[in-house]
């Protein structure tokens, strides 16, 4: 069993956004997806937001509308978020938004955990983790 200790949690008020697939033609795209992770990168920036290492980070999605959410009880405020974005796609976008254009890139970055949650309202929290540890 792995032990985590975590430190001081940090949340972030703004709606994660996954790393859409950059090809060279999606570099300079207008498709909504792309915009919306360049708006996020851009905020990333501006909010000055810092990942240590190595990290845990809960990424919280909103749910979709109420019409959307009735009679599917995994659609509910704190439950695991099974649907697309993936895991690794948020993380991603949130990894090169912090390091983007930064020398060495992200090759520092060595562990880290992930998860995502339903919430009313999209944001997320990171955690510097302290200490990892085999338990048993």
């Known amino acids: 069993r792995l032990v985590l200790e975590l430190g001081e949690p940090r949340t972030h008020l ?3 956004v ?19 992770y360049k708006a996020f990168c851009a905020e990333v920036r501006r909010r000055k937001i810092e990942l240590p290492v190595p990290f845990a980070v809960e ?3 909103p749910l979709p509308s ?7 009880p ?3 405020e704190g439950l695991p978020h ?3 974005p993936d895991a690794d796609n948020l993380l991603k976008g949130l990894i ?3 390091h983007y254009k930064a020398k060495g890139g992200d ?3 060595h562990s880290f955990v992930v998860t995502k949650r339903w919430s009313i309202e999209g944001h997320f929290i990171v955690w510097p983790v302290l200490e990892w540890r085999m338990d048993g």
């Open 107 to 109: 090759s520092h970055v």
């Open 59 to 61: 990424f919280y999605l």
């Open 14 to 16: 703004l709606e994660p």
């Open 66 to 72: 109420e019409k959307a959410c009735r009679g599917v």
């Open 18 to 36: 996954p790393a859409p697939r950059m090809t060279k033609a999606a570099r300079w795209s207008l498709e909504p997806g792309v915009l919306r």
């Open 96 to 98: 090169d938004a912090v």
């Open 74 to 76: 995994e659609l509910a």
């Open 82 to 84: 099974t649907r697309k």
